[in-house]
């Protein structure tokens, strides 16, 4: 009869070793939910701080420029031209400094006149326009009323640029960071929870296997002594009751061990992808500098390209074809070679209809077109006008004697600055009465 106690406080161990167990089931599920929202609000707030970064940086920036250009653009007059000095100021400060040159900062300034309608330097150019007076006293007077001078400073912080990627990297190293010291806490908990699975599980083990011997040893006694008395049956009955359950909570807790086993191999490989990252976030960093040195590279030899093979002897011919069409059908235009081919480069056939749409309409409106804007920043003698077609699309125009429009250029505003070039090299006698025509004119 004494043998029961021990077995009895076998039981209420193994129990309460099972019963922790059950518990820790929903502490597993319950830290997979925290790792996931974890992961999940570091990756919104990396993308959140990179771009408020950029912001603040963009916000800097532009009061530093601000008051340097404010500096530069604050000239005495005197005979050379304003926009000469201001430009000469501007590459000394704005051209040398480090945040344009090494972190390659975009800084726009416009420099307008006192009387609000003189450009003295648009697009990294000065804006001279020609003076016959030799007389340096009228000339200083002349310049002294287009001072003071009012500045326009349009700063950017690019995507791809070194400041912007310097930034990106910083904040995806602490990222990473972050989430593998995370997942390593995660796995050494892990690890002390199976390691106290395992201490439970020997010890119920042991205890199973005492009580075991203690059976066998009533067994023994059983076959030496005849039983007379019901209450060793009991005892009997009792213990091989006992020792069901404890197989029962065994193979309960062998279970909840396997279930640690797959959550502690699942940490590992968290962890072999954490360190995976890293690997490839270094890779892209030291690819990043040989793609853009390759893009800038091709953009340069496709350039060259385009300069040395001129159109192909297929557009010549579309050029041709469509030039002699237009002059059919748009008697009131005048559409220069260039405009043509410009058409012709346009490739999609929606975009060249709604080009020639513009077209007709500059032919049947007359003189009330719809015009965009003049476009400033040229010599007086050329009157330039733009119409927009196709979203970012110009057309560049001229109006002529008689009521005629002279079609000059069809580009975009990304090759502004390279149309405007263009039409300031056309020989001024084509725009200006009284002067000799040029035999070889610019029109097909």
């Not at 059919?328 to 012709?344: N, Q, S």
């Amino acid at each position: 009869m004494n043998e029961r106690s021990p077995s009895s406080d076998a039981a209420d161990a193994v129990d309460a070793n099972a019963s922790a167990g059950a518990e820790g089931a929903p502490s597993v599920e319950t830290d997979r939910t925290r790792q996931f929202r974890v992961t999940y609000i570091a990756v919104v707030l990396f993308v959140f701080l990179y771009l408020f970064t950029v912001q603040v940086f963009e916000t800097y920036l532009q009061l530093y420029f601000d008051e340097i250009v404010h500096e530069a653009v604050d000239v005495q007059a005197s005979p050379q031209h304003p926009g000469l000095e201001i430009r000469l100021n501007l590459i000394q400060t704005i051209g040398l400094d480090r945040w344009v040159d090494f972190w390659e900062v975009d800084v726009d300034v416009r420099v307008l006149a006192a009387d609000q309608s003189t450009w003295l330097y648009v697009a990294g150019r000065a804006q001279v326009p020609y003076d016959p007076e030799r007389d340096p006293v009228l000339r200083s007077a002349r310049h002294r009323e287009l001072l003071p001078a009012l500045e326009e400073v349009d700063v950017n912080v690019d995507h791809n640029t070194m400041l912007s990627n310097t930034i990106l990297i910083v904040y995806a190293t602490i990222l990473f960071s972050t989430l593998f010291f995370y997942n390593r806490r995660i796995v050494l908990r892990e690890e002390a929870l199976l390691d106290d699975a395992r201490a439970s599980r020997d010890r119920a083990a042991t205890r199973a296997h005492e009580i075991e011997s203690e059976i066998a040893t009533v067994r023994a006694q059983l076959r030496e002594v005849e039983p007379a008395k019901q209450e060793d049956r009991e005892e009997i009955s009792r213990l091989q009751r006992e020792q069901n359950e404890l197989q029962e909570r065994l193979d309960a807790l062998a279970v909840r061990e396997q279930a640690l086993r797959a959550e502690a191999d699942r940490a590992a490989i968290l962890e072999e992808d954490g360190r995976a990252l890293e690997e490839l976030l270094e890779e892209a960093s030291e690819d990043l500098g040989t793609k853009n040195a390759e893009i800038e590279e091709l953009e340069k030899n496709l350039k060259k390209v385009s300069k040395i093979a001129g159109v192909s002897g297929g557009k010549s011919k579309e050029s041709d074809l469509l030039g002699r069409r237009m002059k059919v059908l748009y008697p009131r235009l005048d559409i220069d070679a260039r405009a043509i081919d410009d058409i012709v480069a346009l490739g999609d056939e929606g975009t060249k209809l709604r080009a020639e749409e513009c077209l007709k309409r500059l032919d049947e409106e007359a003189d009330n077109r719809g015009v965009r804007r003049k476009v400033g920043g040229l010599a007086n003698y050329l009157s330039i006008y733009e119409l927009g077609f196709a979203g970012k699309r110009r057309i560049y125009y001229a109006k002529v004697d008689k009521g005629r429009v002279r079609v000059l250029v069809v580009g975009a505003k990304n090759t502004q600055q390279n149309d405007l070039d263009y039409i300031s090299r056309l020989p001024k006698s084509e725009f200006v009465e009284g002067l000799p025509r040029t035999s070889a004119g610019p029109k097909r």
